[in-house]
């Protein structure tokens, strides 16, 4: 009898923890609009994009911390681009990948509702091949942007909750390469200015 209200004690305290712990995992779609005003050798080109893509995303709390680490790993596609007046083709276009690490803050409103603002890092890295002249060739481009974001948690039961929200990210370094098989290896690095808005809605895991 002792032993078994000590396993339900146990049992008890640590199923309060986790429903304590606001942390949630899940899926989310991405939709974005991004402009970016390149210089290279003195001359600038205006870039729009319209994008979107799936993220699997989170944030960790450490018990009934108001403060935690967000996450999120995921890939877009480009949908419609244009540099300057000009729209381009974008059918072949590469997929993005990205990952990015924020610190996060979370203001409950109610029991079911909590709004998460957060700031960070993110990498995001495009990976192009082609031929040229039957020679393979592959370009990088990789990029560091600070984000920034702002989400809506709904739980809707102990383990399902409802995310939705906006973000902002500013690159802060694009660098970009090109290899090929004849040897040839170029790095360069580029001049970007401009931002990213984005909104997103998924669902998640919350424990």
């Not at 995992?25 to 974005?32: A, F, N, R, Y």
């Not at 893509?53 to 911390?65: F, Q």
């Not at 924020?102 to 409103?109: P, V």
């Not at 990498?123 to 393979?136: K, N, W």
Request: with cysteine.
């Amino acid at each position: 009898m002792k032993k078994t209200l000590i396993l339900c004690t146990i049992i008890l305290l640590v199923t309060g923890f986790l429903f304590a712990a606001p942390s949630w995992i899940g899926v989310q779609g991405v939709g974005s609009y991004q402009q970016n005003t390149t210089t290279i050798d003195g001359d600038e080109q205006e870039h729009t994009a319209n994008l979107g893509g799936m993220n699997i995303a989170g944030t960790l709390y450490p018990g009934e911390s108001p403060v935690g680490i967000g996450f999120q790993f995921g890939a877009s596609k480009t949908m419609k681009a244009t540099r300057g007046s000009t729209e381009l083709v974008v059918e072949d276009y590469p997929l993005t990948y990205n990952g990015a690490v924020m610190a996060k803050f979370r203001a409950g409103m109610s029991e079911m509702l909590a709004l998460e603002l957060g700031a960070g890092l993110m990498y995001e890295r495009t990976i192009t091949t082609y031929d040229i002249l039957g020679y393979e060739a592959e370009t990088n481009l990789n990029t560091l942007s600070v984000l920034t974001s702002a989400d809506l948690v709904v739980h809707l039961s102990d383990s399902l909750a409802l995310i939705g929200g906006v973000g902002a990210s500013f690159p802060l370094t694009t660098k970009g390469t090109y290899e090929d098989s004849v040897g040839t290896s170029i790095e360069d690095e580029y001049d970007v200015k401009g931002y990213t808005v984005s909104g997103k809605v998924g669902v998640g895991l919350s424990f």
